[in-house]
């Protein structure tokens, strides 16, 4: 994101030429339209000025740079809302307090339900042609889907990977490991002498997350019912209490830390965004190089959803519009290939790899593919209102295995699953 004036020229070119003429031909939503009272969209000559809450340092300045290039009828105001908790907290006290903005960058897991149901958000595809939601990434749509309808049309999108120390296998002869099995083999070999075999990042629910399915189980059944104590998810929680414990493969309580002891080439794998590529080749340098592979297998392989998406609340027709019109261009085919570029984020739409820049730049660096050809394992659990509590409770459970060698993992669980039926029974 922050090295935009890095990538392509022509990828910004083309991408203010797709503001200019439009960039997606969706209409205006049917509650935006109601909600204007037949009022007409904004003409070329009628200034509009739109509210943007962000999660982005940079207030995706270099973006709307070349948006009101384009758009110069159009002005945004972008504001710094925090992190993905923070900007969650801030949206709905302004629900409550009837001061939203009128575009929104929402984390994936974060209150969309809660946000959906207050009758604020405007589902996203509404806005939308079919031909346009047919050119997201399907297992991304289902991420963002409640209650039947599309909220958020995914932006900066990723799925977990296994980082790992190139450098450090080679010196011992060691294949990468394709299954969950063999990462602890290959762990308890090249964890000595101060190093560690394996860890995840600190975001460790979503990596918990597809344990559970590649062992066959789910966090939240088809019918929404939680399932967060399931065999699987028992089963999931035991394997990393064994591996701190029994196998000794990963440092007790170094979760927090585990970005920084990969770095110091103090940790073999590690499990992590691949959205932070760019990043961790910057830090790591010529130290070690760094390897990428797709999350080990168990039963069988399939990796979950992260990063954010943009919504639109309410106003009137004519800031609907003009709305649409801004995620329509954050959300091109050339943005969302640039921003990928730049980080390892995926880009959300279909048409982006087809762009010649960006299949140069996957053949220049073949790491930034990883991710990309492991969304043929994408899956997404539907959001889901206790998403925050199953989140944190997670967390908790992983932190009471690792401290405790003898703690009960279906006790630890049992108690979570009860945390959220109660709040299920409560929510309206």
Not at 196 to 210: A, R
Not at 254 to 279: C, H, P, Y
Request: with cysteine; aromatic share 8%; proline share 4%.
């Amino acid at each position: 994101m922050r090295r935009w004036k890095r990538i392509s020229a022509s990828l910004i070119a083309t991408a203010v030429v797709s503001s200019i003429t439009g960039c997606g031909g969706g209409t205006a939503s049917t509650g935006g339209n109601a909600a204007a009272g037949g009022e007409q969209a904004a003409s070329a000559n009628q200034t509009v000025t739109l509210k943007l809450w962000t999660t982005e340092k940079d207030l995706l300045k270099d973006y709307l740079d070349s948006f009101h290039a384009a758009n110069s009828n159009i002005k945004v105001e972008a504001e710094f809302m925090g992190d993905y908790d923070e900007m969650a907290k801030k949206v709905q006290a302004g629900i409550v307090s009837g001061s939203l903005p009128h575009v929104v960058q929402l984390g994936q897991r974060h209150a969309i339900p809660q946000i959906a149901d207050s009758g604020k958000l405007l589902p996203i595809e509404s806005f939308m042609t079919q031909e346009e939601m047919a050119d997201v990434l399907p297992g991304f749509w289902q991420r963002y889907t409640y209650k039947g309808k599309k909220w958020v049309i995914p932006f900066q999108s990723s799925t977990p990977v296994m980082y790992y120390n190139k450098t450090m296998l080679e010196k011992n002869g060691l294949k990468v490991p394709d299954t969950w099995d063999d990462l602890v083999e290959a762990g308890k070999k090249l964890s000595k002498d101060g190093t560690w075999g394996f860890n995840v990042n600190s975001d460790s629910p979503w990596y918990f997350q597809p344990m559970v399915w590649n062992r066959g189980g789910q966090l939240i059944q088809k019918d929404g019912t939680p399932n967060v104590n399931g065999k699987e998810a028992v089963e999931t929680l035991r394997s990393i209490q064994d591996l701190v414990h029994q196998s000794k493969v990963m440092p007790q309580n170094q979760i927090k830390s585990s970005g920084e002891d990969f770095v110091a080439g103090k940790l073999a794998f590690l499990l992590r965004s691949g959205a932070s590529l760019a990043g961790l080749k910057k830090q790591v340098g010529d130290k070690f190089e760094i390897g990428v592979a797709f999350l080990p297998k168990v039963n069988e392989r399939w990796v979950p959803i992260g990063g954010n998406g943009l919504g639109i609340f309410k106003s009137d027709k004519l800031h609907e519009e003009a709305s649409w019109k801004l995620v329509s261009y954050l959300t091109s085919k050339e943005v969302t290939a640039a921003n990928s570029m730049a980080t390892g984020y995926i880009p959300v739409k279909k048409a982006a790899f087809e762009l010649p820049q960006f299949k140069a730049h996957l053949e220049k660096d073949p790491n930034f593919k990883v991710a990309i050809d492991q969304t043929q394992y994408l899956r997404g659990e539907g959001i889901h209102p206790a998403d925050a509590i199953i989140w944190s409770g997670i967390v908790k459970a992983i932190e009471t295995v690792h401290n405790d060698p003898k703690a009960d993992p279906q006790a630890v669980l049992d108690k979570l699953q009860a945390e959220v039926v109660e709040y299920m029974k409560t929510y309206k």
